[in-house]
């Protein structure tokens, strides 16, 4: 290891409980990420002890969900190269990648109902049997920014098309 690089000391091992279960009609290939016109039966089980904090989330139209992406096969590295990115390699976490050292993945979806313990919601780009970890509101001005930007993805060609890909958007060519 370089002089330069310095590692932080004493690193924590955290416990974490499962506070739902994600259900998808996805259990081998799902989209990169969320589709939002997906057709299906999207929802967040929640566990009963957990359901009193779901109190006013019908408010928010959007939730952040944080989950455990509990099926990842692929040996860990630090650099990955996104399936539609044409072999270019990134580190990690300049990456969406599913496989990463804590396994945690977000997707932001659409409340469509809350009845009981069940979050009914748009399409979702997990596994069905995946744990949730969280969830949070997605807040209008809080949670956008208008000057994002698609950071490496701007240096590659035809990024119009690798966005319908990393979209999920389909399309003929
Ligand atoms: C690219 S990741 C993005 C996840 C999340 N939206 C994010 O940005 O953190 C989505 C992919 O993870 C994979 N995946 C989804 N749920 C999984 C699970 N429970 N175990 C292993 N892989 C999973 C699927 O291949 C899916 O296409």
């Known amino acids: 290891m ?20 994600i259900r998808t009609p996805y259990t081998e290939n799902a989209p990169y990420q969320p589709v939002e016109e997906d057709e299906g039966d999207f929802r967040i089980v929640i566990e009963p002890q957990y359901t009193d904090g779901l109190y006013k989330l019908d408010s928010f139209r959007y939730i952040y969900v944080i989950y455990y992406i509990h099926h990842v096969k692929k040996e860990q590295s630090m650099t990955v190269s996104p399936p539609w990115a044409d072999g270019v390699k ?9 496989v990463r050292p804590n396994h945690i993945g977000i997707s932001i979806v659409r409340i469509k109902s ?7 919601t748009s399409g979702l780009d997990a596994f069905d049997g995946t744990p ?15 000057d994002a930007n698609y ?9 119009e098309h690798l966005l319908l890909h990393i979209k999920s958007i389909p399309h003929d060519y």
């Open 151 to 159: 950071g490496w993805i701007e240096e590659m060609e035809g990024q």
């Open 114 to 120: 809350i009845i009981n313990n069940e979050i009914l």
């Open 2 to 21: 370089s002089d330069k690089i310095k590692p932080t000391e004493g690193i924590m091992c955290f416990e974490m409980n499962q506070i739902g279960v």
């Open 132 to 146: 949730v970890l969280d969830i949070k509101p997605y807040i209008k001005d809080l949670d956008v920014k208008s």
């Open 90 to 98: 990134v580190g990690v976490f300049a990456s969406r990648s599913p």
